[in-house]
């Protein structure tokens, strides 16, 4: 013990750097490091609005637990509050008669810089990438540090889609692995919304990197979107991000711990199971130590009176808007327009299927294997074959970033890769099947 505070308190007090190796780690306790955060939506467009709203939401709860500008970096398409569909334009809610969660968030990434790419940098702090970039902010946090992540969008097994391109959980835990090792921080925290989000840490994170996860579903489930909103005819938001962040609203997050919040979280969001990875001890410290600035003095809150959530599964948002539009329609020319729309949505949904099942047909050249292969769900192990098939089905076959629907049939790509079809023999049936 006293060797260990020799060891710290001299290199503090010649201010140089002690050999990485010969340095024993201090622990870190409260009140040492700084808190960043990392806010990101990964989706754009009108129907899904409930996105930005959330991230939008997540930055209000940072901000006004003390976390400054300066540690919080943001990334949004921004395509909402000013989209000519708005009804209150410059204002984005998050929950039906809310208030606005759009006012001065800061615009640190918009539009074609949210990507995966930048994502990552930002993430490890690599200022040179993101120069000329966006506002150049970047997470600089330094192994005293606390880092919080969150991130909402459209997901499938092994991956969660951005406006342009897709986070493979393997880069991600990469990255994530790497910080570790480059002491870029003393304990990460990852909340994640999307569908199939258990997959993007199931059998991937460490327990032992001082990180601590929670996603809004389990590796093979979708995860759902909440307050259908009539006036603006979208959801506003998901359930596992506005459970935890109309907690995080209305609780003392200086005693309430990461646990317990993952508890209540996970109590409401009755739609999808709601996760937790990695190192759980972490989860015994106050949820103020990530969502909260370091000298956080807890404030009064009002409780939220409850809404009704009106729950659809993500990839149900677009046909259910256009259901719900349908219900409004006077016109019998906008009833038959609205028809129209649907019509369209359900021959893409047939045309995703009638795809997938090709590609497998093609890959086993098997009927029976065919069958079987469509219909059960395996557990994604063999990410160095499922990567590059998912990219070649991006690119030939539907563009994964804009098609909910065909995020629901990656898992065939995945029984395929488990049951050891090599990438390259699926990746050939994709080029054919989509040519
Ligand atoms: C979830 O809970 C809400 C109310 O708390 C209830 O209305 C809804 O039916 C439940 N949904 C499911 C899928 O159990
Ligand atoms: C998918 O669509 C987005 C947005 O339109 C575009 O930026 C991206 O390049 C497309 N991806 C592919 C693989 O075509």
């Known amino acids: 013990m006293s060797k260990y505070l020799v060891v710290f308190l001299c290199t503090l ?13 201090p622990v870190a306790e409260p009140g040492d490091g700084k808190h960043w955060a990392l806010i990101v939506a990964g989706s754009r467009g009108w129907f899904n609005y409930r996105h930005q709203a959330d991230a939008c939401h997540a930055y209000q709860i940072m901000k006004k637990h003390g976390i400054p500008d300066e540690r919080i970096v943001v990334m949004m398409y921004d395509d909402i509050a000013n989209n000519r569909e708005n009804p209150t334009p ?11 969660v759009y006012k001065g968030v800061p615009k640190d990434y918009t539009g074609m810089d949210v990507t995966p790419e930048n994502f990552l940098n930002v993430l490890q702090g690599n200022e040179e990438a993101m ?27 092994g991956l969660v889609a951005f406006p342009s391109g897709l986070l493979h959980a393997k880069d991600l835990n990469q990255a994530i692995k790497s910080m570790y090792e480059a ?16 997959s993007m840490f199931e059998n991937l994170l460490a327990k032992d990197i001082n990180v601590f996860a929670t996603t809004a579903s389990n590796a093979k489930e979708s995860s759902y979107a909440c307050y259908f909103d009539k006036k603006r005819r979208t959801y506003l938001g998901d359930v596992y991000s506005v459970k935890w962040m109309e907690d995080s609203d209305m609780e003392n997050l200086n005693t309430e711990t990461l646990q317990k919040q993952f508890k209540i979280v996970k109590k409401e969001t009755n739609t999808s199971h709601v996760m937790e990875y990695g190192d759980m001890a972490i989860s015994s410290e106050p949820v103020a130590d990530f969502q909260s600035g370091e000298d956080f003095v807890p404030f009064h809150k ?47 949904h047939e045309s995703v299927k009638t795809t997938v099942k090709h590609i497998t047909a093609l890959t086993t050249n098997d009927h029976v294997k065919t069958e079987k292969l469509i219909s059960v769900r395996h ?35 995945v029984n395929l890769c488990e049951e ?3 990438s390259s023999t699926i990746i050939e049936a994709i080029q054919k099947t989509c040519a």
């Open 183 to 198: 002491k870029k921080y003393a304990q990460m925290v990852f909340y994640i919304e999307a569908c199939e989000s258990g």
């Open 131 to 157: 120069k000329n970039k966006g506002s150049g902010k970047v997470i600089k946090s330094g192994k005293n540090d606390r880092v919080f992540v969150n991130f909402v969008d459209h997901g499938a097994t």
């Open 420 to 422: 050891r079809y090599s």
């Open 302 to 348: 009002e409780k939220l009176p409850p809404v009704e959530l009106n729950a659809v599964p993500s990839e149900e948002v677009p046909l259910a808007i256009l259901y719900h539009s349908l219900e409004d329609a006077t016109s019998e020319s906008h009833k038959e327009s609205i028809l129209q729309q649907i019509r369209d949505i359900q021959d893409l």
């Open 13 to 25: 007090a010649s201010g140089l750097a002690f050999p990485q190796d010969l340095m024993l780690e």
């Open 379 to 413: 557990t994604l192990l063999s990410h160095d074959c499922y990567m590059p098939a998912v990219d070649a089905f991006n690119d030939k076959c539907f563009n994964l970033s804009e098609n909910d629907y065909a995020l629901r049939h990656l898992y065939v790509l």
């Open 90 to 100: 410059g204002i984005v809610i998050n929950r039906p008669g809310g208030d606005d």
